[in-house]
């Protein structure tokens, strides 16, 4: 968004020819550079979508249709829902123009798989000869349980549905059939395997899973052109290219290594996109609470086809992902102690596929869903999306991932608003905090500047900045508009926090443009925002200096 989409051919060269660059776990990623830029929310909060792998279909120039899953608009029961927009981020057409907002493969008005009966919800799609394959996470209740209610036990599965191409393409999905599954688990748990994402190359699909019962990562493939043969089903991997099944066959956890170490690493996520330009593919995930956020990992296309698939992991997460403060676990709850990122995919700003070329555009989108810390992760989930801008160089990058801090205004309230993460507006007091969407309308700058997001860099000891919001009751400025506040370390009195937004620089660093940024008190109402400004626009004054920040 923020600049032209031009590559450095010399840079991208270089990573291309780095000794190992086609071997599997010797990827040269250290050139990589990711600038994630502001945030917004394109749909939410409500409890209609947000529960899958975001994915788009390219149906004309102008024309796109986006897929998110839960609950159904229109009926009882679970769906996925088709969504007309103009570009690939637009699904914002609501339920009640009939025209553009559509419940499709729905447990209550479409055919009911025996091993989906709790919900069918559409993850990817593969166009070949004519035909859209929709790739279909299903849910069953445990064992013994007649309820979909218990969905901390449900037993998980893949399906492959069809749909024919042109402008009615994912409105009637048919032919449904079961390609994974896994009797691994057991009743109290989660259990079988899904959440599969699918990625194609000349000969065959691939489907990167899920397996619940150790959050690790699996792949499965199938030739393109036996895809309508149901006779002829998925093979795992399991620890190489066998005859494992798809259907309750044998697989191995993918592994790869930390960049930049001998450290290995697994849980690498089953949401997978296509890098063209060096002819990679991308695996994302948020699940390994070790890690501390979302983890990317690479790996080349080709090595898919080998018996010793194995990825280099980016040392940095996309963004931190804080652990649940008492359980240090994930915090994937009714009403999450911290903010809640899950579902994070990535599609391609021109075509809406899980194909990204920065010959054409130097950025992919990323969506996931987020839940505020606190709300109620059933009934209000937002669907965030944000460009990520990718640079690569000849040298390594120290930071590779930078995050926007943007702020945004609500002239309602005479407030202003700075945070790396989509508006979380409500009053604290209550749990679930009141979220309101459409506050902050207004961006007063974007970005301040981006945050790195690991705690040490250019030999350099960073600042760790906490999100925070104020605890007191009633809130100000006003009803649901606690003041919000960036600091250094821990939050202070009377406030709690949100997450972690990233650390700062204590000196200018030695290499990037950089500015020093600073935590700014409004002389009009008391309340907070980060700026570049030392006079805080003239509007009110600086209590602290926050250290020092990369720009562009």
């Keep these: ?17 780095a000794p190992g660059a086609r071997t599997q776990q010797t990827l040269n990623t250290s050139g990589i550079r990711l600038w994630l830029e502001r945030v917004d929310v394109i749909r939410g909060p409500e409890a209609y979508g947000e529960d899958n792998y975001f994915n788009s279909h390219l149906l004309a120039p102008g024309r796109f249709r986006g897929f998110t899953a839960n609950a159904c608009w229109n009926s009882a029961g679970n769906c996925t829902q088709a969504i007309d927009g103009r570009s690939a981020w637009d699904v914002t057409a609501v339920a009640t123009s009939a025209g553009y907002h559509k419940d499709v493969i729905s447990t209550a008005g479409q055919t009911r798989p025996n091993w989906g009966r709790c919900g069918q919800w559409l993850n990817s799609t593969i166009s070949y000869r004519g035909t859209l394959f929709g790739f279909v996470h299903g849910e069953n209740p445990a064992e013994g349980d007649t309820t979909c209610s218990h969905y901390a036990t449900h037993h998980k599965t893949m399906a492959q549905w069809t749909t024919g191409n042109g402008a009615k393409a994912g409105l009637f999905w048919n032919d449904p059939v079961e390609v994974i599954d896994s009797q691994s688990g057991t009743s109290s748990a989660e259990s079988g395997e899904g959440d599969c994402t699918a990625i194609a190359d000349k000969v065959y699909a691939y489907l990167f899973c899920r397996r619940p019962t150790d959050k690790n990562s699996a792949v499965a493939r199938k030739p393109l052109s036996s895809l309508a043969k149901s006779e002829v089903g998925f093979v795992k991997y399991d620890n190489g290219w066998g005859h494992e099944p798809g259907i309750n066959g044998a697989d191995s956890p993918l592994t790869g290594l930390l960049a930049g170490s001998s450290a290995t690493t697994d849980k690498l996520g089953s949401s997978v996109s296509y890098w063209k330009d060096p002819n990679w593919i991308m695996l994302l995930n948020v699940e390994d609470i070790e890690f501390g956020g979302i983890k990317a990992s690479f790996t080349s296309l ?17 963004f931190i992902q804080e652990p649940d403060p008492r359980t240090r676990r994930y915090p994937y709850e009714t009403y999450p102690p911290r903010n809640l990122y899950i579902y994070p995919s990535v599609i391609s700003l021109v075509d809406g596929s899980p194909s990204w070329d920065l010959a054409q555009k130097n950025q992919f989108l990323l969506v996931y869903t987020f839940v505020p810390n606190y709300n109620n992760l059933d009934t209000q989930r937002i669907l965030a999306m944000r460009s990520v801008t990718v640079t690569t160089s000849s040298t390594p990058q120290d930071p590779q991932v930078l995050v926007a801090l943007t702020t945004r205004y609500d002239s309602t309230y005479n407030q202003r608003y700075t945070s790396t993460q989509p508006l979380a507006v409500g009053d604290p007091m209550k749990t679930p905090q ?78 990037g443009r950089s500015v020093m940024i600073f935590r700014c008190r409004s002389n009009a109402n008391g309340t907070h925002w980060v700026s570049s400004s030392i006079t805080c626009e003239g509007i009110g004054r600086s209590e602290k200096s926050l250290g020092w920040a990369l720009v562009k």
């Excluded at 086809?305 to 280099?312: E, G, K, L, P």
């Excluded at 999100?467 to 406030?495: F, M, Q, V």
Aim: aromatic fraction near 8%; proline fraction near 10%.
């Design 434 to 511: 009141a979220y309101t969407a459409g506050s902050f309308a207004k961006i007063v700058a974007d970005p301040v500047a981006y945050l790195a997001q690991k705690p040490s860099s250019q030999r350099q000891r960073l600042i760790r900045l906490v999100e925070c919001r104020s605890s007191l009751n009633p809130p100000w400025p006003g009803a649901g508009h606690p003041d919000r506040l960036i600091t250094d370390k821990n939050c202070d009195a009377n406030y709690a926090e949100d997450t972690v937004a990233g650390y700062s620089f204590p000196r200018k660093p030695a290499t």
């Design 302 to 318: 080709s090595n898919l086809r080998s018996n010793a698939i194995a990825f280099t992991t980016l040392p940095e997460p996309l």
């Design 1 to 17: 968004m923020t600049r032209p989409g031009i590559i450095a051919s010399i840079a991208l060269a270089t990573l291309l020819a």
